[in-house]
């Protein structure tokens, strides 16, 4: 901790450094916070499967006992994935198995690829549209169509990415193909619903990604009326970081039994993140971000709670020479948030200044620290902040 004797302490932001890709590889033995909990199976041998499905303590658990065929495999192989997650080990054989999942744990644990791979699997060799996956922003739908053009694509498992602020044309034509998976903002897909342009009548799998964003930004009309349209007899995944308790109870009620799979402690950050409080007066905040941008080698995300705070701290930077900043809020056009966040993932720009939009599920490999220029409002938020960093 970093503090000068005398000063009156009235502001504070965080810094964040993830652990490096060796101390990642090293982690190989079973979280001992993962719980799945079998109080709603109705059969005692599937309750007991689930349980018998859980790792035990220092067994290394590999993709190929999850239940992934060779296909699969060798995808996740080329992907450079080693071993799975705690999500992915618990989660992936519950979705195989046909079960509803309500799926929680840290920021950067890989929950894009726990309802990914098994979707793909599912879905291999069949036709039509049968799996859409919901999520707050456009930032995170891109990224999970990303995800099924790694591991769907080449197993002919196509997937179109339906959001808003880019023209209705392409979409129209790519929904002409029938895609298997739809991933989709709630509000585009509404869009396309009103239209005619799409039909939900043999969907087999539903996907809330972020579900208690997407509730929190006023979605759930939006969610009501999609859930309206799909089969009731369906399998719904709900996966997210935190999960309330308000919205868990509202979300089961568009769930048959779900089997709940818990990683981690709620509202805990992931232990790959160390965290450093700096405290410094008010008019040293900025000069104090500048000497961490000179003293801190790596990639950064700077965290302002408003557009308009952002754009400021971009120009304040600008006008002292650091050039290699780029900004991302909810303001600017689709195109040019598409831009910034390639930027920044291809190195083009070692700063990336942003509001929360990117604080959910955007997944930038290597991110060396997450500064909380401001405090976010909600701890939810500084959670999914500082999981920027530290991801697996």
């Given at each position: 901790m970093r503090q000068t004797s005398g000063m009156k302490w009235d502001l504070c932001f965080v810094l964040h450094e993830g652990k490096s890709d060796e101390e990642m590889t090293m982690i190989t033995e079973k979280d001992p916070e993962t719980e799945i909990e079998t109080d709603d199976f109705d059969d005692e041998d599937d309750a007991e499967a689930a349980k018998a499905a859980v790792a035990q303590p220092g067994e290394i658990i590999g993709f190929e006992d999850l239940g992934l065929g060779e296909d699969a495999l060798k995808l996740i192989r080329a992907a450079g994935y080693l071993i799975p997650t705690p999500i992915q080990e618990q989660a992936i054989p519950a979705i195989l198995d046909g079960y509803d999942v309500i799926g929680s744990a840290q920021t950067g644990t890989g929950k894009t690829a726990t309802f990914t791979l098994p979707i793909v699997e599912q879905l291999a060799g069949r036709g039509g549209t049968l799996a859409i996956v919901l999520s707050p922003t456009r930032e995170i739908a891109q990224q999970t169509f990303d995800a099924f053009e790694t591991f769907g694509k080449p197993r002919?498992?196509?997937?179109?990415?339906?959001?808003?602020?880019?023209?209705?044309?392409p979409q129209l034509e790519m929904l002409k193909t029938y895609p298997q998976v739809i991933v989709a903002t709630p509000g585009r897909l509404v869009d396309h619903m009103e239209r005619g342009t799409v039909w939900l009548d043999y969907v087999e799998i539903v996907v809330l990604d972020e579900a208690d964003?997407?509730?929190?930004?006023?979605?759930?009309?939006?969610?009501?009326?999609?859930?309206?349209?799909?089969?009731?007899?369906?399998?719904?995944?709900?996966?997210?970081?935190?999960?309330?308790?308000?919205?868990?109870?509202?979300?089961?009620?568009?769930?048959?039994?779900?089997?709940?799979?818990?990683?981690?402690?709620?509202?805990?950050?992931?232990?790959?993140?160390?965290?450093?409080?700096?405290?410094?007066?008010?008019?040293?905040?900025?000069?104090?971000?500048?000497?961490?941008?000179?003293?801190?080698?790596?990639?950064?995300i700077v965290f302002s709670r408003s557009k308009k705070g952002v754009v400021e701290l971009w120009q304040s930077l600008h006008s002292a020479g650091i050039y290699d900043a780029t900004m991302l809020h909810s303001d600017r056009t689709q195109d040019q948030r598409m831009q910034a966040l390639s930027d920044f993932k291809a190195g083009k720009f070692r700063v990336l200044i942003a509001t929360d939009v990117a604080a959910r599920g955007i997944d930038v490999a290597n991110v060396a620290h997450v500064v909380n220029f401001d405090v976010p409002f909600v701890p939810e938020d500084y959670i999914h902040r500082i999981g920027r960093s530290g991801r697996a």
């Open positions: 002919g498992v196509r997937a179109v990415v339906l959001i808003g602020g880019v023209p209705m044309n964003r997407m509730l929190d930004m006023g979605f759930m009309p939006q969610i009501s009326r999609i859930m309206a349209e799909v089969p009731k007899d369906r399998q719904t995944l709900l996966f997210s970081a935190t999960i309330p308790p308000p919205i868990e109870k509202l979300t089961r009620t568009m769930m048959y039994e779900p089997v709940r799979i818990a990683v981690g402690k709620p509202l805990a950050a992931a232990s790959s993140v160390h965290q450093e409080l700096v405290l410094c007066d008010s008019n040293r905040k900025m000069s104090e971000l500048r000497r961490i941008l000179k003293d801190e080698p790596g990639t950064i």
